[in-house]
């Protein structure tokens, strides 16, 4: 007998994806605001200027409060709680971790030393996960569908060891089982 599953692929993102998701945001928030006010105003009016910075910070802050940011959008990535995957973070939850933007020299070296976790991601317990929809579905035998617990696996959440014949990670609480 045969078995279609159809499931979604889910891994934490890379710090590559990352980058080139507040790339992208950066260019929106930032740069083509302050372009435009170079192309229609010739005079650069220092009051102006400031009052479009505190709107492009404003804007920075609430980037991701409907979910996901255009440039994680773009580049596939959401945040999520990081002991249930299922569940995506609250918008005051993303208010909080994009302040934490503001420490970008600080949170660039947390990254290099924790490995593509920011200080943000430690505060507010989530994790920027990437999310692969377009996965077909599956033909197995039934037989061929059960999972195989026997040897040792890695948490995708923290990156430690499952032990062999366990669901449930003993460092941070991820399971793959509901």
């Known amino acids: 007998m045969m078995t279609e599953t159809k499931s979604l692929r889910i891994e934490k993102a890379s710090s590559l994806d990352r980058l080139y998701?507040?790339?992208?945001?950066?260019?929106?928030?930032?740069?083509?605001?302050?372009?435009?006010?170079?192309?229609?105003?010739?005079?650069?009016?220092?009051?102006?200027?400031?009052?479009?910075?505190?709107?492009?910070?404003?804007?920075?802050?609430?980037?991701?409060?409907?979910?996901?940011?255009?440039?994680?959008?773009?580049?596939?990535?959401?945040?999520?709680?990081?002991?249930?995957?299922?569940?995506?973070?609250?918008?005051?939850?993303?208010i909080i971790r994009n302040f934490f933007l503001i420490f970008g020299i600080l949170e660039t070296l947390v990254i290099l030393f924790t490995g593509e976790k920011r200080i943000a991601?430690?505060?507010?317990?989530?994790?920027?996960?990437?999310?692969?929809?377009?996965?077909?579905?599956?033909?197995?035998?039934?037989?061929?569908?059960k999972d195989d617990l026997s040897e040792a696996t890695e948490c995708i959440m923290c990156g430690s060891e499952i032990k062999p014949n366990s669901i449930k990670c003993d460092n941070c609480g991820w399971t793959y089982k509901n």
Request: proline content about 4%; some cysteine; hydrophobic content about 50%.
């Open 21 to 94: 998701a507040l790339l992208i945001d950066y260019c929106i928030i930032f740069i083509l605001p302050m372009a435009v006010l170079i192309v229609f105003n010739q005079e650069l009016n220092f009051k102006l200027m400031n009052t479009v910075s505190q709107i492009c910070l404003l804007i920075l802050l609430f980037k991701d409060v409907f979910g996901r940011s255009i440039g994680k959008k773009i580049i596939g990535l959401t945040i999520v709680n990081k002991l249930d995957y299922t569940k995506k973070v609250n918008p005051f939850i993303t």
């Open 121 to 145: 991601d430690m505060v507010t317990n989530s994790i920027v996960v990437k999310i692969y929809k377009e996965v077909p579905p599956l033909k197995l035998q039934d037989e061929q569908f």
